[in-house]
């Protein structure tokens, strides 16, 4: 409702259907690192665990592989954007870009992966979104009422747009 409210969930129906697949897909991606870790309080127990989603087969590149076929075939399709719905950042995206920021910034073996020539599109998504001027200036944005905020939490009261 939010994105269809900001402009950036799709009016065409295809496209609306592709871009719930990539909202629940990184949903799912997020279920299971959350599986995977939950109860693992030693680090080799962790490091095991996170070797069984990064390997080849693993369920991380299952998603990763997943979400690279969706950029594709939406180069099939004719986007030349390189993102995942249309010529245009929608919600997909954002949350794209952060369900993977997340696991790049955190989890270095998952930077190092996709590093990786095979999934650089991936990357190239997230360097989009991220390089995106309205994205930029709300970031900024919320940095400083971030600052302003641990300054003084009493006027914590923010305006983006």
């Not at 697949?21 to 095991?48: N, P, Q, T």
């Not at 997909?92 to 955190?106: D, I, P, T």
């Not at 020539?117 to 390089?131: S, T, W």
């Amino acid at each position: 409702y939010v994105g269809k409210l900001a402009g950036i969930y799709p009016d065409n129906k295809v496209d609306a259907a592709l871009a719930d697949e990539i909202l629940d897909s990184c949903e799912d991606l997020a279920g299971v690192f959350m599986g995977a870790m939950a109860g693992k309080e030693k680090e080799e127990e962790k490091k095991e665990a996170m070797g069984e989603l990064l390997k080849e087969g693993g369920k991380f590149r299952y998603w990763a592989d997943k979400f690279l076929c969706r950029q594709q075939e939406a180069e099939k399709r004719g986007v030349k954007s390189g993102l995942l719905v249309g010529e245009a950042i929608t919600i997909a995206e954002l949350k794209f870009s952060a369900s993977f920021g997340y696991l790049v910034n955190n989890i270095p073996p998952v930077k190092q992966l996709l590093e990786g020539d095979k999934y650089k599109p991936l990357l190239a998504i997230r360097e989009k979104v991220e390089g995106n001027d309205k994205i930029k200036a709300f970031n900024e944005q919320f940095k400083k009422n971030l600052a302003a905020f641990k300054e003084k939490p009493e006027n914590a009261t923010f305006k983006y747009a």
